[in-house]
């Protein structure tokens, strides 16, 4: 069965750059489309954008073009970058995959991780 | 973006009782475009329905859905101890998909 895990450091210094990666296991990343969602504390869920099976990418406005997600098929694994993260971007970071043929409703999730903006 | 209203906050019920969930919607999409999750302490949203009445693979039939429009309805017929948790809707028919603040159902 396919499963996601996420990675990558649990804290991370305001203005710096946040880099997450989801290792996908049990399926290949060149099918599906592959999302980032995020969870600020006690809040609701946030998508942030997503990694066709192609390459393509498409974002959440909101966050101002500060996200890039990029994969490497070789790992199976697609990444997250958020630039000049303040304390507003602390939250618990998932992976998930879509239904099918970009009908972005998140089938699977990684366990997600915690991702804390402090100096 | 569109912003669903998930009400009420939280939804006191005891174990074989029937939960209604509501969310709302600030603008019409294809009822083709909501789902529900649900989600426990500690855990990751669970994918529960699609297409605002479809049941995802697994997910047992005391759990369904229904509405269109603007207003879409969650239904728990009989709550069993494992149901006991947080409810998210989500629309994915018009970008970007957005999610509603949540139904915390809590053992009453």
């Known amino acids: 069965q396919v499963q996601l895990q996420e990675s990558g450091p649990g804290l991370v210094k305001p203005s710096e750059t946040l880099s997450l990666t989801c290792t996908v296991s049990g399926g290949s990343i060149s099918t599906y489309y592959w999302n980032w969602i995020r969870q600020a504390p006690g809040q609701g869920l946030e998508w942030i954008g997503y990694?066709?099976?192609?390459?393509?990418?498409k974002f959440n406005p909101s966050l101002k073009s500060r996200a890039t997600i990029f994969r490497d098929t070789s790992k199976n694994q697609f990444s997250l970058n958020l630039k000049s993260v303040t304390a507003a971007d602390t939250a618990l970071y998932y992976c998930a995959r879509e239904r099918g043929e970009g009908d972005l409703a998140f089938v699977l999730w990684g366990q997600g991780t915690l991702v804390t903006v402090s100096s | 973006d569109i912003v669903l209203t998930q009400s009420p906050g939280t939804l006191s019920l005891s174990p074989g009782e029937r939960a209604t969930l509501s969310c709302r919607a600030s603008q019409s999409f294809s009822s083709s475009y909501l789902a529900w999750y649900q989600q426990k302490p500690g855990q990751a949203p669970r994918f529960l329905i699609y297409?605002?009445?479809s049941r995802a693979t697994g997910i047992p039939d005391r759990f369904s859905g229904s509405g269109s429009g603007t207003d879409f309805t969650l239904t728990i017929s009989r709550l069993e101890a494992e149901d006991f948790a947080v409810y998210y809707c989500q629309q994915y028919g018009i970008f970007p998909p957005t999610f509603g603040g949540g139904t915390k159902v809590e053992i009453k």
């Open positions: 297409g605002a009445s």
């Open positions: 990694i066709s099976y192609s390459g393509s990418t």
